[in-house]
Nanobody, 122 residues
Framework: QVQLVESGGGLVQVGGSLRLSCAAS????????MGWFRQAPGKEREFVAA????????YYSNSVKGRFTIGRDAAENTVYLQMNSLKPEDTAVYYC???????????????WGQGTQVTVSS
């Protein structure tokens, strides 16, 4: 099993920045990719960004490309999501995700964090 713990959510004004972190523990050697999804009220959970463990390739949804950056944190088995130029439509609960394989589709993700709220006020 893999456990994921997010941190760093909160309230920010339009155009501001936030940084989320996700720390993995447990069977971390089995992780092939880590990333982030988000879910707004009344909407389905959607892919935001992902990072492959081997090679470090990154993936982004079109809605966040150029504004958000995913990367490895200094701490082992920790990834971050740097969110810049935030918009009201970025408001959602953000979930850390991990799996042995790809994690761009929510139904295929095996491990989830508990979620952290991000609210962008106009």
């Amino acid at each position: 099993q893999v456990q994921l713990v997010e941190s760093g959510g909160g309230l920010v004004q339009v155009g501001g920045s936030l940084r989320l972190s996700c720390a993995a523990s447990g069977r971390t050697r089995s992780i092939g990719a880590m990333g982030w999804f988000r879910q707004a009220p009344g909407k389905e959970r959607e892919f935001v960004a992902a990072l492959r463990r081997n090679g470090g390739r990154t993936y982004y949804s079109n809605s966040v490309k150029g504004r958000f950056t995913i990367g490895r944190d200094a701490a082992e088995n920790t990834v971050y999501l740097q969110m810049n130029s935030l918009k009201p439509e970025d408001t959602a609960v953000y979930y850390c995700a991990a799996d042995e394989g790809a994690i761009t589709v929510a139904n295929l993700v095996r491990y989830w964090g508990q979620g952290t709220q991000v609210t962008v006020s106009s």
